[in-house]
């Protein structure tokens, strides 16, 4: 998809990728390869931007898109990112005051689960993250991040973030994470159903009063957010593609890993009491 893209190039919007693509450039080469297509000004701009593109691309520098394309357009660098593309989701002890702080964090590469918690191993986060091109949450923008930032000071993170809250937006689909899994067909253990950020809170209560199997519980609930964020930006870049006039090949929806984390229905049904 990303080389079929023309919307990343400054002053190029939606109508005028659209009418590209009508007269069948559909990608950078056909563009390169056809330039009486365009005027002369405009055949100088697009060819300037197709190099640097693919520059960039050829550097696995997924910032220069990430900088160009607006938060609801991130969504088509996937593919050629997915190899060092890293999912994360974090838990609180609150929603932001001075006193709260970062209890677990649940990250999925594609290929491994990794967690990480207070007190144990969170300081070994920042130089987790820092090693991948590109970061997926859903609301981290807003949330997560600034989360993160507060915890840790300054450290690096991957300059290309897609932020699903966004992307999911622009379909149409609104609310939480949970409500956008259950929109669009995914459906969590039925010992999660009612667990939410509230309840995670409960959970690292329990944990810190050394109840057996309440941060099993917690850890079970973050991860299933960190590993669902991947099929959901599959089943959305799936249909985002839908919506364009020209062929795109679509994405595999890849099953979920094995969570690691049994979670307690006993005990989150005591906390929802």
């Not at 144990?120 to 920042?126: D, S, V």
């Not at 994470?177 to 939410?196: H, I, N, S």
């Not at 299933?224 to 870049?237: E, F, G, K, P, S």
């Amino acid at each position: 998809m990303l080389r079929k893209s023309f919307l990343h190039i400054p002053g190029v919007g939606s109508a005028t990728e659209q009418k590209l693509w009508q007269r069948g450039l559909a990608d950078w080469e056909c563009c390169l390869a056809n330039p009486r297509q365009l005027g002369p000004r405009t055949q100088e701009k697009i060819f300037r931007w197709i190099e640097k593109s693919q520059r960039a691309l050829d550097a696995q520098d997924a910032g220069f898109f990430a900088e160009l394309l607006s938060a609801n357009q991130l969504w088509r660098i996937y593919p050629e990112f997915k190899h060092s593309c890293l999912f994360f989701d974090i838990e609180t002890t609150g929603l932001g005051s001075d006193s709260d702080y970062v209890t677990t964090i649940a990250t999925f590469d594609g290929r491994e689960v990794r967690t990480f918690v207070h007190d144990q191993n969170l300081e070994e986060f920042p130089d987790y993250i820092s090693s991948f091109a590109l970061i997926v949450s859903y609301n981290g923008k807003c949330f997560d991040l600034p989360f993160l930032r507060r915890e840790f000071g300054g450290f690096y993170l991957p300059a290309a973030h897609i932020d699903l809250r966004y992307v999911l937006a622009r379909l149409g689909y609104r609310g939480g994470l949970k409500a956008c899994e259950q929109a669009m067909g995914l459906a969590r253990p039925a010992e999660l159903q009612d667990v939410d950020g509230f309840l995670a809170v409960l959970l690292w209560q329990e944990h810190l009063r050394a109840t057996p199997r309440a941060l099993g519980s917690l850890l079970c609930y973050n991860v299933h957010d960190a590993v669902n964020l991947r099929w959901l930006l599959q089943r959305t870049y799936n249909l985002a593609i839908a919506q364009l006039p020209v062929e795109v090949e679509p994405l595999e929806l890849e099953p979920a890993p094995a969570v690691g984390f049994k979670a307690d229905a006993e005990l989150i049904r005591s906390l929802l009491q």
